[in-house]
Nanobody
Framework: VQLQASGGGLVQAGGSLRLSCAAS????????MGWFRQAPGKQRELVAG???????IYGDSAQGRNNISLDNAKNTVSMEMNSLKPEDTAVYYC????????WGKGTLVTVSS
């Protein structure tokens, strides 16, 4: 299974971005998909995750600001990030549990003040 992320980039504080991640391959079933992020000098942390049945989990940084969704037909997870802050600047990594965890390469999100 391979993951291809898209949607990162540069945005001003207060703005929004939408990240997407598509899983491709054969013979797999998605148990969970979601996003972690890693800022310079910090540990990787959970941003948001979603199960194949639609259950969601959000990290503290994303509560109330992000919305994650899963298109099972397209094996694609998307995450809308709103009210972005400079401290949201990080490399965002998509993951999928199929059922073992696989990772995407990461996409950079930069929030300018």
């Amino acid at each position: 299974v391979q993951l291809q992320a898209s949607g990162g980039g540069l945005v001003q504080a207060g703005g929004s971005l939408r990240l997407s991640c598509a899983a491709s391959g054969s013979g797999f079933r998605i148990k969970n998909m979601g996003w972690f992020r890693q800022a310079p000098g910090k540990q990787r942390e959970l941003v948001a995750g979603i199960s194949g049945s639609g259950g969601t989990i959000y990290g503290d940084s994303a509560q109330g600001r992000n919305n994650i969704s899963l298109d099972n037909a397209k094996n694609t997870v998307s995450m809308e990030m709103n009210s972005l802050k400079p401290e949201d600047t990080a490399v965002y990594y998509c993951y999928a549990d199929v059922p073992s965890r696989v990772w995407g390469k990461g996409t950079l999100v930069t929030v300018s003040s």
